[in-house]
């Protein structure tokens, strides 16, 4: 998975920032930047709460939060192929 967020980073900072003039390139990577980094903390706290609501002892919420962070990137993946072969 860091290999693919890692290509889909670049990829995704290139294209926003050649969408916009010279003159708004620094606002541009600025704003993605800030959104990354929002995604990022915002993602994390979902799961650590998803974890925390488990009742059973243990290490469940963390496998309940895996679980459930795996299933999404899966489904990120699948709306991904099925956009990429409409376009």
Not at 25 to 30: E, H, I, Q, S, T
Not at 70 to 87: I, S, T, V
Request: glycine fraction near 16%; charge should be positive.
């Amino acid at each position: 998975m860091g290999l693919g967020v890692g290509r889909a980073a670049v990829a995704a900072t290139a294209a926003g920032t050649e969408a916009v003039g010279p003159e708004l390139r620094g606002l541009a990577f600025g704003l993605l930047n800030t959104a990354a980094q929002l995604g990022n903390a915002l993602g994390l706290s979902w799961f650590v709460l998803l974890a925390a609501a488990v009742p059973a002892g243990g290490d469940a919420g963390f496998r309940v939060a895996c679980a459930t962070a795996a299933a999404l990137a899966a489904a990120g993946g699948l709306a991904f192929a099925a956009l990429q072969r409409r376009a």
